[in-house]
């Protein structure tokens, strides 16, 4: 692992944190406005709400996924490699999305197929 590759990894657990954050938030928000109220009226605003939130934490867990993800590989010693492929990632890519799992070529195919 060369010097590069530690700065995506801090940038990564610093993505963690952000993202635990968010989702905490999340859970706090939701407990402020419990979800079934008696007044009919309210009732569907507060589905919408609930569907709302639910999408975001949903949102949330699915990038602190990709980001363990990411974060496992380098101890796997794999970060930076294309999981199709196997080969090298562009610096520039991961630059701009440190949790990217594909290079660019197999990016493109998944999007097409
Ligand atoms: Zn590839």
Do not use: W
């Amino acid at each position: 692992m060369d010097r590069a590759d530690g700065s995506f990894r801090k940038r990564l657990e610093e993505e963690r944190e952000r993202l635990i954050a968010d989702m905490e938030r999340l859970v706090v928000t939701e407990q402020d406005n419990p979800g079934y109220s008696t007044h009919i009226a309210d009732d569907a605003t507060e589905v919408l709400e609930n569907t709302k939130s639910h999408a975001l934490r949903q949102n949330l867990q699915r990038l602190l996924g990709q980001v363990n993800d990411a974060l496992a590989k380098f101890d796997k010693g794999t970060y930076g490699l294309c999981e199709d492929c196997g080969s090298r990632i562009d610096r520039a890519r991961l630059k701009a999305l440190p949790s990217a799992t594909l290079c660019i070529q197999c990016q493109k195919q998944r999007e097409r197929s």
